[in-house]
């Protein structure tokens, strides 16, 4: 139970637009192992399309990000991104395509969109929702996801929100984990077989906390 303690000394801040290709870099290395069968060939262009996707994800709304320093503020140890309204679909719909066509080139780009159309979930006003949470490898276990989460829940609850929600694969432990903890519960889960064969994550579950 220290864990938490130590990771006090650590400061959470809304990430600045300097800090998208820091955030993506963590985001591919944290989900490795589903952005590879994503990309295949081209996970050379990984973080560039995630840096894409995450600027993009400020700029069509909705979406902000937030950052842990490491050991200095130039340090990112970790982040998390927060939807607390819907995105302009138009522009994120589109510049995604965009980014991952021009990317990777129009069968894999099919194929990415495919994959990752994975978990699917519709906004809503009462609600925000968590998304690409990842601590740096050098960095778990110091209690540094569990700060980002109340981070995130203290900035819905700003918004006005009264719950906050996220999808976890259900191979995920260390993530299961550290939910359940904070109060999380399984409200239901979208079962896919493509996921399921491709990315070894056939459930996906559906967490919710009251606020
Ligand atoms: C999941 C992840 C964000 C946890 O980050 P972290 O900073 O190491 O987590 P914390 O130190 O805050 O851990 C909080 C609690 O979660 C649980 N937990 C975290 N990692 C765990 C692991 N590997 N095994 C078991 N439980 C774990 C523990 O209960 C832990 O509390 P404790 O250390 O006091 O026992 C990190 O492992 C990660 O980035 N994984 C890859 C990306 C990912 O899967 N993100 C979640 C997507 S839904």
Redesign the pocket.
Known sequence: ?T??ME?EQFTVRVAGPEEDPAIAALVVE??IDKFRPVFGRRMDRSVKIMEKWIGLEHASGGVTSLVIEGYSAGEIA?SVGVRTAASREDVLARGLWRNLERNLGLPRALWATTLLSYPRYATSSSEAYIE??????D???????????AAAEDLAREAGKATVA????GT????L???E?EGYEEVSRQRSLLTGYFLNIRDWLYLKKEL
């Open positions: 139970m864990s938490g990771a944290g989900f970790g690409r949470l990842v601590v740096s490898p960095f778990r276990r110091q209690g540094m996801a569990r700060r980002l989460l996220l999808h976890v694969g995920n432990l260390a993530a984990r550290l939910y903890g």
